[in-house]
């Protein structure tokens, strides 16, 4: 088998199509919440702490010397990360949860007879009746 009708028939299938659909809306997703957290949450908190813009939070390791520009530890950047992170791990967990609420209802629900149970329940209750 060739590489090309390999690789046809691995992009063809269904997990790989459903993978790569959520990875373009996971990627869609975490854009969203970035602008969510860096937009609407962080302005909120900058302003509770004393008018902070957290991305702009830093350490100087070195100065600026003529074109050379300064080394800093750009920690406000992370702290914004790590917010980005924590919505997002939360909204993840909270699909997962409500997935896996979906599939037990699912599969508690009791299945209804077929035709043919139905006719074997009827023929039984008939010999019963008889005897």
Not at 11 to 27: E, F
Not at 31 to 51: C, F, H, Q, R, T
Request: aromatic share 6%.
């Amino acid at each position: 088998m060739s590489i090309l009708k390999e690789f046809k028939e691995f992009a063809v299938k269904g997990n790989a199509v459903d993978m790569a659909v959520g990875i373009i809306i996971g990627a869609s997703f975490g854009k969203i919440i970035a602008s969510l957290v860096a937009d609407v949450v962080m302005p909120p908190i900058g302003v509770l702490v004393g008018g902070v813009n957290f991305t702009k939070l830093a350490i100087t390791l070195k100065e600026a010397v003529g074109d050379v520009p300064a080394v800093t530890l750009n920690y406000g950047n992370f702290i914004q990360s790590v917010v980005d992170f924590t919505i997002i791990a939360f909204a993840i967990f909270m699909a997962v949860k409500l997935i896996n609420k979906l599939k037990k209802q699912e599969a508690t629900a009791p299945a209804e007879p077929t035709k043919e149970e139905l006719l074997l329940t009827e023929i039984r209750d008939l010999l019963k009746a008889k005897n």
